[in-house]
């Protein structure tokens, strides 16, 4: 297993569910100590979605139905947070990480994703920082969400960046179950368009940094064949 080195697959648009298995299939490596396990950054969008964290019992099966009417999924998961979405326009990363090899306890490492996002940010020229609640922040509107989950100290899950998403999905919901806070995203600071693809670079520079980890870029075919065969495999258990 690597020490430090962060192998990257970026999946363009996967369904919440899909992503979900990869990111198992990859902690159970990890979580075995498996030869072949490698700390590993799934970077992607979503289609629209909406999720819940550990405290799913606070959203009926009536929320359910009333969200999905809009057009999204719903899914409820074992991430720490509460309600949030996920959609187009949307940089997510899930790093599955065991975190001995980073030498961060959990609470070290959100603050490393946190900063991670704050000097991306900063590069665009646009003044974010943390607060009491977790995430990353744009006076009181959130910028980028973060959930993770620990399970013998390797993590799955991760962070939202609001690059170009619509902000009316947030409208349905209280993200994050924060009151009296809001939602931003890069191109609302900027007056522009920016895009998850000009937004997944610069991320990808400042996590490595943060992390002080060496990235290694698995290529289109290679992601391709490899997401092909876990989600087949995963397919076929569950038959």
């Not at 919440?16 to 198992?24: F, G, S, T």
């Amino acid at each position: 297993m690597s020490s430090a080195v962060l192998r990257v697959l970026c999946l363009g648009t996967l369904p919440y569910n899909k992503a979900l298995i990869l990111q198992n299939f990859y902690c159970e490596q990890l979580v075995a100590k498996e030869p072949s396990a490698l700390n590993t950054l799934l970077v992607l969008q979503h289609p629209p979605v909406y999720t819940t964290g550990i405290r799913s019992k606070e959203y009926s099966t009536d929320d359910e139905f009333r969200l999905k009417s809009f057009g999204a999924d719903f899914c409820r998961t074992n991430r720490g947070g509460l309600i949030t979405f996920h959609g187009p326009g949307q940089l997510v990363a899930y790093p599955i990480l065991n975190l001995t090899c980073y030498n961060k306890n959990i609470r070290q490492f959100v603050s490393a994703i946190e900063q991670s996002i704050i000097s991306v940010c900063d590069e665009l020229g646009v003044l974010a920082s943390t607060s009491p609640h977790t995430g990353v922040w744009v006076g009181n509107n959130k910028i980028c969400a973060i959930g993770l989950h620990r399970r013998q100290n390797v993590t799955t899950h991760g962070l939202a960046l609001n690059c170009n998403v619509d902000l009316k999905w947030f409208d349905h919901i209280v993200p994050c179950g924060i009151l009296d806070k809001g939602v931003t995203s890069i191109s609302k600071e900027l007056g522009r368009n920016f895009s998850v693809e000009e937004g997944t670079g610069l991320f990808l520079s400042q996590f490595s940094k943060t992390m002080n980890s060496p990235l290694i870029i698995v290529d289109e075919q290679e992601t391709k064949k490899e997401v092909s065969t876990i989600l087949k495999r995963a397919f076929y258990e569950k038959c």
